[in-house]
C-alpha cells in the first residue's frame, strides 16, 4: 500500500496548469478515506501488473462517468509510462480544465488517476506489441515536445477535428503518430493515418430532448462540431475508449489485455 500511495506524489501539469477534472466541474471536496483506499488499492493492483510485464508503457482505462445507457463501460484512459520523469508508473492524459472549453495534458500518479472521482474502481489494462510500445514510449517522453495537443476541449469533439479536441480523440492521434514510420507532427495527419490502419468512431445517439433537458450546453460540450444532419438525427460520431479497443485488437497492435470488473480479475473481455 505504501508503494501505491508513493507513486501519488508524482503529479506534474505538462501543460495549462490548475485543478483538472474528466467530470463537468472542479469542487473543492475532500475525498472520504474510503474512497482513497479503493484508489490506493486499483492503484496497487495495476502497478503490480504493470511491473509483471517488460514493456515501457500500456493503455489504462478507468469509469468516470456512467456511460451504460450508451452501452459503454471506460470513460477515459490514459498511456502508463515506465521510469517518466515523474515516477515509476506516470499516466500520461488529456483532461478537461474544470467543465470548461479548455484541456490540458497531465502527468499523474496511479491513486491520482483512480482518485478523481470514479464511477467505480473497474480497470483494463491493455499492452502493445513490442515495436508499437517501444515507439509510443519514446513519443511520450518527449513530451511536451510533438504533443499533439489542442487545448479547445469538446466532450463530443467530432472525431478528425481541427478546431476541438477530448481526451480519447488525443490517445488515438498520439497513437497513429507513434504508429507511423516516418513520425507524424500534425493532427490531421495522425488522424487520416488512424483511420487508414483501421480506426472507426463509435457512434453515440444523443436526442435533442437530452440535449436541452438533460443540461449538455455547457462550456465544455459544442455540438456545432458535428454538421447539421448529425444534429438533427442525434447519431453523433465520437471517440470511445470502445473505438480505440477495438481497432488496436483489429489492427494487430494489442500484446495483451488484462480486466478487472468489481475487482475481479475476468477471464474474457467484455464490452468496453
Not at 500500456?58 to 456511460?67: F, K, M, N, Y
Not at 489542442?150 to 466532450?155: D, E, F, I
Amino acid at each position: 500500500m505504501l508503494r501505491a500511495l508513493a507513486v501519488a506524489s508524482f503529479v506534474f501539469v505538462l501543460v495549462l496548469p490548475g485543478t483538472a477534472h474528466a467530470g463537468d466541474a472542479c469542487k473543492q471536496m475532500e475525498m472520504p478515506p474510503q474512497k482513497v483506499a479503493e484508489a490506493a488499492r486499483t492503484a496497487l493492483l495495476a502497478a503490480q501488473q504493470l511491473d509483471e510485464v517488460d514493456a515501457p508503457v500500456a493503455l489504462l482505462a478507468r469509469v468516470g462517468t456512467d456511460l451504460s445507457r450508451q452501452g459503454l463501460v471506460y470513460s477515459h484512459a490514459g498511456f502508463a509510462v515506465r521510469d517518466n520523469a515523474h515516477g515509476r508508473w506516470t499516466v500520461v492524459h488529456l483532461l478537461n480544465e474544470c467543465g470548461s472549453d479548455r484541456s490540458g495534458l497531465y502527468a499523474q500518479g496511479l491513486v491520482n488517476f483512480f482518485a478523481d472521482d470514479l464511477v467505480n474502481q473497474d480497470l483494463r489494462i491493455v499492452w502493445f506489441t513490442p515495436d508499437v510500445a517501444e515507439r509510443l514510449a519514446a513519443r511520450l517522453q518527449q513530451m511536451p515536445r510533438h504533443s499533439l495537443h489542442h487545448p479547445r476541449y469538446n466532450l463530443i469533439a467530432r472525431p478528425g477535428s481541427e478546431d476541438y479536441q477530448n481526451s480519447t480523440a488525443w490517445i488515438v492521434e498520439v497513437m497513429a503518430a507513434a504508429l507511423a514510420d516516418h513520425g507524424l507532427y500534425d493532427r490531421r495527419s495522425a488522424y487520416a493515418y488512424a483511420r487508414g490502419d483501421g480506426f472507426v468512431p463509435d457512434t453515440v445517439h444523443i436526442a435533442y430532448s437530452k440535449r436541452v433537458l438533460g443540461g449538455l450546453f455547457s462550456a465544455n460540450t459544442d455540438f456545432t462540431d458535428h454538421s447539421v444532419g448529425t444534429r438533427l438525427s442525434g447519431d453523433y460520431p465520437v471517440v470511445t475508449v470502445r473505438a480505440i479497443f477495438r481497432w488496436l485488437e483489429r489492427s494487430g497492435h494489442v500484446r495483451e489485455q488484462r480486466e478487472w470488473r468489481g475487482g475481479v480479475r475476468q477471464r474474457a473481455m467484455g464490452p468496453a
